[in-house]
């Protein structure tokens, strides 16, 4: 089955405890992107990647980090988390070279920081 | 002013009812116009796809784009419960933009 996944779909932590989302895809596809969704202002976009070690600043980039080593992987590094980070997060991939801009979404992770 | 404008609702009907999903924008640049349902507790899905203006259907849906208005709407016919959802609205600009600007969404109730 063609999908996107995330883990952990929950996590509580404590501020300033490091943390990584994972986040893997078994379409093939080039870009992947993470997102945080927020109540009131809907999905935000941190990070993407157009390819493998080809990474860029979405909208709301501060306090995150990405990397992508393999293309089917995208980690969400968060080094020093605080409680402004606690949110909704996706992570989404879609191909290129298509000219169509629809993307895929993982069904998401629930992060607290306490 | 947000770049993209959506009405976070919610939005109560009965079953049967044709609804009505809309979003307003100011970036003229913006080609490509999408709606995504979510699902509560789920990542958002494709639910239409539109490039540049016109209307596209598929089954009870129906994606209306009027660039020169900067509006685009989502009309579902013959809606039921199973479409309570929240809707998004999303869009972006060609020539190599990936960056989408997604609305707030709308949250939509459709009661038996």
């Known amino acids: 089955e063609a999908q996107v996944t995330q883990n952990p779909r929950y996590l509580i932590t404590v501020t300033g405890k490091k943390l990584t989302v994972t986040c893997s895809q078994n379409?093939?596809?080039?870009?992947m992107s993470w997102y945080r969704q927020d109540p009131g202002l809907g999905l935000r976009q941190i990070y993407y990647?157009?390819?493998?070690?080809?990474?860029d600043k979405g909208d709301v980039p501060e306090g995150y980090k990405v990397s992508r080593k393999e293309k089917r992987n995208f980690p969400l590094i968060l080094e020093s988390p605080s409680p402004n980070q606690t949110s909704l997060y996706f992570c989404?991939?879609?191909?290129?070279?298509?000219?169509?801009?629809?993307?895929?979404f993982g069904p998401g992770t629930r992060l607290t920081v306490t | 002013q947000k770049e993209v404008e959506q009405d976070p609702g919610p939005l109560s009907v009965p079953e049967g009812a044709i609804v009505s999903l809309n979003c307003t924008y100011s970036?003229?640049?913006?080609?490509?116009f999408m709606w995504y349902r979510q699902y509560s507790r789920k990542g958002p899905e494709l639910l239409m796809y539109?490039?540049?203006?016109g209307n596209k259907e598929d089954g009870r849906f129906t994606a209306q784009v009027d660039k020169s208005s900067k509006y685009i709407s989502l009309f579902i016919r013959d809606s039921q419960p199973s479409d309570s959802a929240t809707y998004l609205c999303?869009?972006?600009?060609?020539?190599?933009?990936?960056?989408?600007?997604f609305g707030r969404g709308t949250s939509l109730i459709v009661h038996p």
């Open positions: 990647s157009m390819n493998v070690e080809v990474t």
């Open positions: 999303a869009m972006s600009a060609g020539g190599g933009s990936y960056i989408p600007t």
């Open positions: 539109t490039y540049s203006s």
């Open positions: 379409m093939n596809h080039e870009y």
């Open positions: 970036n003229s640049a913006f080609q490509y």
């Open positions: 989404a991939s879609r191909p290129t070279g298509t000219g169509r801009n629809e993307q895929y």
